[in-house]
């Protein structure tokens, strides 16, 4: 599979701070990939020069592997954080404005238009001032205005922020449609779930460094803990030396659950052996870790004194 | 280009279709041909105040009273000076006062005149009543003395001048009102569309920047390209609103006008020269070396806008729409990075006075310097040379007549000024659109020009 956007050895710095310190990236064609950080990380710098707001310092970009210009701006659909539409500007009027500035002409711009906007069921408010409406339906005219275009490189900053879990859900779905369709996706959040549920790869941003990427599979992989949990009824009472019990529950009517993890060299098999000579067994499985997981151990470990873990989940 | 085309298309649009804009360019020239028929109308010759006379003196004075433009004399009815003030107070709404010359007045005592009236009298109509009475009295004194008529005509002076200037074609007749009035009116309209529409651009691009519309922008065009799309939709703005007042201005005075005015025997002032209504006379004044100066033909209804014959007119609105899109150019640029710097309106007005400073100021020099002083000395051409001030000194030196050397070096300056003043807004501009929550400083904004990419 080849890259649609390669990042090499990126360098922004700003007068006061470093922005992105040696950022390289590879997102492949056709993948929903996951840009992960704190706030703060450097994950808009980086965007910001994706998207050719800012330039980079150093480094460089590639467009399937052209050097990044303004002509790719028209294959690239934006939608920032901060999301904005002109107030006094009718939904209809504002789209057809945005999307000729991406480059379509009048007519096929219009034709995309109407079918978005069936769509998206915006029918009634087509002619209506974008004040008029509702957040979760500016936003929907915000998605419209990122795709109208058709990029093949979709950026979405924190995309169903101000949706509610309906409208989250109809806008999930377009961008799976996106991406059946070809399209890229760059996905900058700090809500895991939706991260863990569609991307295929990851990168993780903190303190303007990338500190982890890869498929999200390769990574729950690499950060499997050889932890397994546990639950039955006896009374369980590990002493091995080649396992390790890292939490002990004693339920009601001589119930149990544990978490173990084995120590290197021993299997899982070697482990239900040891405990079915012990108890009775109703559940066991492999402890995944979850990107969320992954993503407060990694922060932690590359800056331990600034945050602490429930600062992050407050966050997340 | 074609961005930058539909940036223009949309700043242009979303003004043009306001309803504001609609009732500010109807409403506008029909309030300046109201006033400016109205002021044409009071200054007309109006109907002479009548004042009656009642003389005791037995000096026949009635009969050496002339009647000017503003004041005529009937006498008055009644044989005394009660049953004459009686007879005032039944026709006082016609009669404006009622002059009373005692039995004892005679030509060695000139005492105890009264002037009769409801209130106070203007000092205005006292004055000419008076002056009328003076020049009475003294006329009969001089035939007192034995001069004849003949000899009392040819010994009054009635010098008029005649202001030529040597510069216009063939001589022409100066027209030093509708001049000055141009000079005026042309300056505060750079003026006050300077910053009127400076403001626009700078409230346009707070709102983008409010509205957070910036980043997607940003993403779609170059920020010069959205920041000079602005600047030049808000210009052609004005120019369409400049158009429509003209248009309007002028079919109001000529097809409004003659309904309104009788023929009279000066022709009444224009907006612009209103101000003064003594050059009237002197364009109406029929002089054979001077073609353009149209004088009314009897019977005809004044052309309202002849008073500005014999001005350069050419040259006056070339100029004038030169040099207000070249002045609106540098200065709305600076208002552009202004609003991009500042995340709301109050943090804006800090800035803003440096900005105004220079154009407050070259408007108030500018008139003590080429208005009441000498439009072609070197003050004058130094106002009008430096690209700040020139937009709006050089507007007033206009219709004086300007040298076209000096047009093309003050334009290319000025155009020089605004390429300037546009770089440096614009690298301002594309930091302070995508900079939140920050409070900013001079030293910020100067660090800001040299930001890379």
Same mark, same amino acid.
């Given at each position: 599979?080849?890259?649609? *956007?390669?990042?090499?050895?990126?360098? &922004?710095?700003?007068?006061?701070?470093?922005? $992105?310190?040696?950022? @390289? %990236?590879? +997102?492949?064609?056709?993948?929903?990939?996951?840009?992960?950080?704190?706030?703060?990380?450097?994950?808009?710098?980086?965007?910001?020069?994706?998207?050719?707001?800012?330039?980079?310092?150093?480094?460089?970009?590639?467009?399937?592997?052209?050097?990044?210009?303004?002509?790719?701006?028209?294959?690239?659909?934006?939608?920032?954080?901060?999301?904005?539409?002109?107030?006094?500007?009718?939904?209809?009027?504002?789209?057809?404005?945005?999307?000729?500035?991406?480059?379509?002409?009048?007519?096929?711009?219009?034709?995309?238009?109407?079918?978005?906007?069936?769509?998206?069921?915006?029918?009634?408010?087509?002619?209506?001032?974008?004040?008029? *409406?509702?957040?979760?339906?500016?936003? &929907?005219?915000?998605?419209?205005?990122?795709? $109208?275009?058709?990029? @093949? %490189?979709? +950026?979405?900053?924190?995309?169903?922020?101000?949706?509610?879990?309906?409208?989250?859900?109809?806008?999930?779905?377009?961008?799976?449609?996106?991406?059946?369709?070809?399209?890229?996706?760059?996905?900058?959040?700090?809500?895991?779930?939706?991260?863990?549920?569609?991307?295929?790869?990851?990168?993780?941003?903190?303190?303007?460094?990338?500190?982890?990427?890869?498929?999200?599979?390769?990574?729950?992989?690499?950060?499997?803990?050889?932890?397994?949990?546990?639950?039955?009824?006896?009374?369980?009472?590990?002493?091995?030396?080649?396992?390790?019990?890292?939490?002990?529950?004693?339920?009601?009517?001589?119930?149990?659950?544990?978490?173990?993890?084995?120590?290197?060299?021993?299997?899982?098999?070697?482990?239900?052996?040891?405990?079915?000579?012990?108890?009775?067994?109703?559940?066991?499985?492999?402890?995944?870790?979850?990107?969320?997981?992954?993503?407060?151990?990694?922060?932690?470990?590359?800056?331990?004194?600034?945050?602490?873990?429930?600062?992050?989940?407050?966050?997340? | 280009?074609?961005?930058?085309?539909?940036?223009?298309?949309?700043?242009?649009?979303?003004?043009?279709?306001?309803?504001?804009?609609?009732?500010?360019?109807?409403?506008?020239?029909?309030?300046?041909?109201?006033?400016?028929?109205?002021?044409?109308?009071?200054?007309?010759?109006?109907?002479?105040?009548?004042?009656?006379?009642?003389?005791?003196?037995?000096?026949?004075?009635?009969?050496?009273?002339?009647?000017?433009?503003?004041?005529?004399?009937?006498?008055?009815?009644?044989?005394?000076?009660?049953?004459?003030?009686?007879?005032?107070?039944?026709?006082?709404?016609?009669?404006?006062?009622?002059?009373?010359?005692?039995?004892?007045?005679?030509?060695?005592?000139?005492?105890?005149?009264?002037?009769?009236?409801?209130?106070?009298?203007?000092?205005?109509?006292?004055?000419?009543?008076?002056?009328?009475?003076?020049?009475?009295?003294?006329?009969?004194?001089?035939?007192?003395?034995?001069?004849?008529?003949?000899?009392?005509?040819?010994?009054?002076?009635?010098?008029?001048?005649?202001?030529?200037?040597?510069?216009?074609?063939?001589?022409?007749?100066?027209?030093?009102?509708?001049?000055?009035?141009?000079?005026?009116?042309?300056?505060?309209?750079?003026?006050?569309?300077?910053?009127?529409?400076?403001?626009?651009?700078?409230?346009?691009?707070?709102?983008?920047?409010?509205?957070?519309?910036?980043?997607?922008?940003?993403?779609?065009?170059?920020?010069?390209?959205?920041?000079?799309?602005?600047?030049?939709?808000?210009?052609?703005?004005?120019?369409?609103?400049?158009?429509?007042?003209?248009?309007?201005?002028?079919?109001?005075?000529?097809?409004?006008?003659?309904?309104?005015?009788?023929?009279?025997?000066?022709?009444?002032?224009?907006?612009?020269?209103?101000?003064?209504?003594?050059?009237?006379?002197?364009?109406?004044?029929?002089?054979?070396?001077?073609?353009?100066?149209?004088?009314?033909?009897?019977?005809?209804?004044?052309?309202?806008?002849?008073?500005?014959?014999?001005?350069?007119?050419?040259?006056?609105?070339?100029?004038?729409?030169?040099?207000?899109?070249?002045?609106?150019?540098?200065?709305?640029?600076?208002?552009?990075?202004?609003?991009?710097?500042?995340?709301?309106?109050?943090?804006?007005?800090?800035?803003?006075?440096?900005?105004?400073?220079?154009?407050?100021?070259?408007?108030?020099?500018?008139?003590?310097?080429?208005?009441?002083?000498?439009?072609?000395?070197?003050?004058?051409?130094?106002?009008?040379?430096?690209?700040?001030?020139?937009?709006?000194?050089?507007?007033?030196?206009?219709?004086?007549?300007?040298?076209?050397?000096?047009?093309?070096?003050?334009?290319?300056?000025?155009?020089?000024?605004?390429?300037?003043?546009?770089?440096?807004?614009?690298?301002?501009?594309?930091?302070?659109?995508?900079?939140?929550?920050?409070?900013?400083?001079?030293?910020?904004?100067?660090?800001?020009?040299?930001?890379?990419?």
């Amino acid at each position: 599979m080849s890259n649609i *956007l390669q990042a090499i050895d990126v360098h &922004k710095a700003y007068a006061a701070h470093v922005a $992105l310190n040696g950022v @390289s %990236l590879d +997102i492949p064609e056709g993948s929903i990939f996951g840009l992960l950080g704190p706030n703060g990380a450097g994950k808009t710098s980086l965007i910001r020069i994706i998207t050719q707001i800012t330039a980079a310092d150093s480094g460089e970009i590639r467009f399937r592997g052209e050097r990044l210009n303004p002509s790719h701006i028209g294959q690239i659909g934006y939608l920032p954080e901060e999301r904005g539409l002109y107030k006094k500007m009718k939904v209809g009027e504002q789209l057809l404005y945005l999307a000729q500035l991406k480059g379509l002409s009048k007519a096929d711009a219009t034709q995309r238009i109407k079918g978005w906007i069936d769509r998206l069921d915006l029918r009634p408010w087509v002619s209506k001032n974008v004040e008029d *409406l509702s957040k979760g339906m500016q936003q &929907k005219v915000q998605f419209i205005a990122t795709v $109208l275009h058709e990029p @093949s %490189l979709i +950026i979405l900053d924190e995309p169903f922020s101000g949706f509610d879990p309906i409208n989250a859900n109809l806008i999930k779905d377009e961008i799976l449609e996106l991406r059946q369709r070809g399209a890229t996706i760059i996905f900058s959040t700090h809500r895991m779930e939706s991260v863990e549920e569609m991307c295929d790869n990851i990168a993780l941003i903190n303190r303007s460094r990338k500190v982890l990427d890869g498929s999200v599979r390769d990574i729950k992989d690499a950060f499997k803990t050889r932890t397994y949990e546990v639950e039955g009824k006896g009374r369980l009472m590990v002493i091995h030396p080649d396992f390790e019990v890292l939490e002990h529950k004693e339920r009601e009517n001589d119930h149990f659950y544990n978490r173990i993890r084995l120590h290197h060299g021993t299997t899982p098999n070697d482990l239900l052996r040891y405990l079915i000579g012990n108890v009775e067994i109703h559940a066991f499985r492999e402890q995944i870790p979850s990107i969320n997981d992954i993503f407060i151990r990694r922060v932690q470990e590359t800056m331990p004194e600034t945050l602490t873990e429930q600062e992050l989940a407050v966050k997340s | 280009m074609d961005k930058i085309w539909l940036i223009i298309q949309r700043e242009y649009l979303t003004r043009v279709r306001k309803k504001s804009f609609l009732v500010i360019s109807l409403l506008a020239p029909l309030l300046l041909a109201g006033t400016t028929l109205g002021i044409a109308k009071l200054s007309m010759p109006s109907s002479a105040d009548e004042v009656a006379v009642y003389d005791a003196s037995g000096l026949n004075l009635l009969t050496q009273l002339v009647a000017t433009d503003e004041v005529r004399f009937v006498p008055a009815v009644g044989a005394s000076p009660a049953a004459a003030t009686a007879a005032f107070k039944k026709a006082k709404p016609k009669q404006a006062a009622l002059l009373v010359f005692p039995a004892d007045f005679s030509l060695d005592a000139n005492q105890g005149v009264q002037l009769l009236a409801d209130g106070n009298v203007s000092l205005n109509r006292q004055q000419n009543i008076r002056k009328a009475v003076n020049k009475a009295i003294s006329e009969l004194k001089l035939t007192r003395s034995g001069l004849t008529r003949a000899t009392i005509d040819n010994l009054k002076a009635d010098v008029e001048l005649s202001a030529v200037d040597l510069t216009q074609k063939g001589g022409q007749k100066n027209n030093v009102g509708a001049t000055t009035a141009a000079a005026y009116f042309l300056s505060i309209l750079v003026y006050m569309f300077i910053f009127i529409y400076g403001v626009q651009v700078m409230r346009g691009v707070a709102e983008e920047k409010t509205n957070r519309i910036m980043e997607v922008m940003m993403s779609s065009v170059k920020p010069f390209q959205l920041m000079m799309g602005k600047i030049l939709g808000i210009a052609a703005v004005v120019l369409t609103q400049f158009g429509i007042w003209l248009i309007l201005s002028y079919s109001i005075t000529t097809l409004v006008a003659p309904l309104l005015m009788k023929p009279a025997k000066t022709p009444v002032t224009t907006a612009a020269a209103a101000a003064n209504t003594t050059n009237a006379e002197v364009a109406a004044a029929p002089a054979a070396d001077a073609p353009a100066v149209a004088a009314p033909r009897p019977g005809t209804a004044p052309n309202l806008w002849s008073v500005l014959d014999g001005l350069p007119i050419g040259s006056i609105i070339g100029g004038f729409l030169f040099f207000f899109l070249g002045g609106y150019l540098l200065y709305s640029s600076m208002f552009a990075a202004i609003g991009a710097a500042v995340d709301d309106q109050t943090d804006a007005q800090q800035f803003m006075f440096p900005v105004t400073i220079p154009l407050i100021l070259s408007y108030i020099v500018s008139i003590n310097v080429i208005i009441n002083g000498d439009p072609n000395g070197p003050l004058a051409f130094w106002l009008s040379m430096i690209p700040f001030t020139s937009p709006i000194a050089m507007v007033m030196r206009l219709p004086f007549g300007v040298p076209a050397w000096q047009l093309l070096l003050s334009g290319a300056l000025l155009v020089g000024g605004f390429i300037f003043t546009t770089w440096v807004a614009s690298r301002i501009y594309r930091v302070g659109v995508l900079m939140y929550g920050k409070k900013v400083t001079y030293a910020e904004l100067s660090r800001w020009m040299f930001y890379k990419g």
